[in-house]
């Protein structure tokens, strides 16, 4: 849970405050940046606290730098949990007004950040208005590191593999086309050699095609590389011209002739729409991926299910 908000709850004492900001970040400086208030207030606080309670909450280590006592995270996991029920109950007494209140911090990886989620957070928005919503986008690693740090309530990744410490829920099922450029006469010409296809495979087929690819770490890679992996298409194999950490730019590049590239049939509406890029089916390789929620169990409170709810509700266009 993120204080590096003001509107956190008024009945939790200051100090409380401040200690869950410092012993997130485990740095004095960072969590008097976040809470706006001095480098000294911090200090005094987390001393005060110390004094009162006779235990030392942090100690500093050789390379300068501080960390949790045994103490200080007993402390710490103890001090989320009251933070969190006092919200829960302050949102539940807002919400007996029919009108969801309090704060929800959502962060969604590039694909969906960009093609799907939108449309769903803006409605959501003018249907609770009281409630204060923050949205983050980076790739799927980012987007687990953010809920892992607690900065965030809510991920929307497109990763297939296993999260043990966060639950996930299916939001929708998405799927990667390869895209090529008509255009392109080299590789026009690749992809009209039925005889390159019927004899050498599949593999040796896309092996042979310059391809674009999303960067390490990306949700769209890692789900690409499982699936050529089990059709036996190593990743050694493949021509990789260029990396991106963009599909709008990777789009950009199939346009202008560069290569081809695996990318999410939700963001190429216009283009099949102007046909300036085109869908190469592959027969015995249809990439189905999930897009997932992800959250913390101990997180799991009547605001987030509800715009989950809402999210899986939604109309897709």
């Known amino acids: 849970m993120d204080l590096s908000t003001k509107n956190e709850s008024s009945i939790i004492d200051s100090k409380l405050k401040t200690f869950i900001c410092v012993a997130q970040n485990l740095s004095f400086t960072k969590a008097s940046q976040l809470l706006f208030i001095s480098q000294p207030s911090v200090t005094n606080q987390i001393k005060t606290l110390e004094k009162e309670y006779d235990i030392e909450l942090f100690r500093r280590k050789n390379n300068g730098k501080i960390e949790l006592t045994a ?4 402390f710490y996991e103890n001090a989320l949990k009251i933070l969190s029920q006092v919200n829960e109950m302050e949102d539940k007494l807002k919400n007996l007004s029919g009108n969801l209140a309090g704060s929800l911090k959502i962060a969604a990886s590039t694909s969906i950040a960009q093609y799907v989620i939108p449309p769903i957070i803006a409605d959501y928005k003018l249907k609770h208005p009281a409630l204060t919503l923050t949205f983050l986008t980076g790739n799927s690693g980012k987007v687990i590191e953010w809920l892992d740090n607690n900065e965030i309530d809510l991920g929307l990744i497109e990763d ?14 998405d799927e990667l086309v390869l895209i090529y450029s008509t255009k392109n006469l080299i590789i026009k010409k ?4 039925e005889d390159l296809y019927k004899s050498n495979g599949l593999g040796n087929f896309i092996g042979k095609l310059p391809l674009i690819m999303r960067e390490f770490d990306s949700g769209t890679r890692n789900i690409l590389i499982n699936n050529l992996e089990k059709n036996k298409i190593k990743t050694k194999n493949l021509n990789i011209v260029l990396e991106t950490n963009s599909t709008e730019v990777i789009k950009a590049l199939v346009e202008a002739g560069l290569g081809v590239a695996f990318v999410s049939k939700l963001a190429i509406k216009k283009e099949l729409r102007l046909k300036t890029l085109s869908v190469l089916d592959l027969p015995g390789l249809k990439i189905n991926r999930p897009f ?4 913390k169990d101990n997180n799991y409170n009547n605001l987030l299910k509800d715009f989950i709810k809402f999210a899986k509700d939604y109309p897709q266009a």
């Open 160 to 173: 297939d593999k296993e999260l043990p410490y966060f639950k996930s829920q299916l939001f929708t099922l």
């Open 71 to 74: 103490a200080g995270l007993l």
């Open 292 to 295: 997932n929620f992800i959250y």
């Open 190 to 193: 690749l992809i009209d050699s």
